[in-house]
């Protein structure tokens, strides 16, 4: 009997350290979903929407990127304005539009997934628009 009673707390010891040492070390960011094609048509008068997620610990931070030209790392980032969207959950919305501007309807964009514990991005995504 005194041995399943020293037992049954040395187990609860256990299990309670368990939970008090449990320590959380960063996981770098792996990608859940991205759009995997190089180049993406669309139509103005529909808009497009990139998908990005990512897993890691902590939670990665996503942020679009528009690359700059033949040069494929990110150079200029990009936020929400009266034109785009960028969700909190990491997608990317082009507005329909009427009024082409190369700046904003077309050109290349990366996602880049990024927390304590390192950063990751997409292959260079290249929109072109059509009518």
Known sequence: MKMKIII?????LVLYLQDVVTIDLPIGPS?????TTKQKLYYNNLGIRL?????????????????NGSD????TFVQSSELIHVYQNGS??????RNYQKSLHA???VCRAENAAGSIQTTPIQ???RE
């Open 8 to 12: 049954g707390i040395l187990l609860c």
């Open 31 to 35: 990608f859940v979903s991205t759009i």
């Open 51 to 67: 998908d990005c997620s990512a897993n890691g610990t902590p939670l990665p931070k996503l942020t679009w990127f528009r690359t």
């Open 72 to 75: 494929d790392r990110p150079s």
């Open 92 to 97: 990317l919305y082009i507005r329909p539009f």
């Open 107 to 109: 050109g290349t964009f």
């Open 127 to 129: 929109l072109k628009p």
